[in-house]
């Protein structure tokens, strides 16, 4: 009788749940992580932070910085024409200004005193 109840009847505490994939398939990814323990998709790993924001922070504190102090790009100076300049700079108080690009447009601007310079 109770046999022939538990061949008739299939009692499954836990059953199979299927698991959403927009709900565990993705996983966060610290920014400040140096090591990633998984291979991310490109949309994953470059994916906006999410979390709370604080209300208190400016603008330029929330733009992205690679130092304390804020952004730094990679930048070629020259030893000589750094120097040469510095130089220039400290003894007669004027130099080439290191912004200026050099088009014609921009020409060859100076900072410091460039009285003594024409």
């Keep these: 009788s109770i046999v022939a109840i538990?061949?008739?009847y299939n009692l499954n505490a836990a059953p199979d749940v299927a698991i959403k994939e927009s709900v565990c398939g993705v996983?966060?990814?610290d920014p400040n992580s140096k090591e990633l323990l998984f291979n991310p998709k490109f949309d994953n790993l470059f994916a906006p932070v999410i979390g709370p924001e604080n209300p208190f922070k400016t603008?330029?504190?929330k733009a992205v910085k690679n130092t304390?102090?804020?952004y730094v790009e990679p930048a070629h100076v020259n030893d000589f024409h750094f120097e040469s300049q510095r130089l220039t700079f400290s003894s007669y108080g004027y130099?080439?200004?290191?912004?200026?690009?050099?088009s014609a447009e921009e020409g060859h601007r100076m900072i410091g005193s460039?009285?003594?310079?024409s």
């Design 59 to 61: 603008q330029q504190q």
């Design 27 to 29: 996983k966060p990814i």
């Design 6 to 8: 538990q061949s008739k």
């Design 95 to 102: 130099a080439l200004d290191p912004t200026a690009d050099g």
């Design 114 to 117: 460039a009285d003594g310079a």
């Design 68 to 70: 304390l102090a804020g």
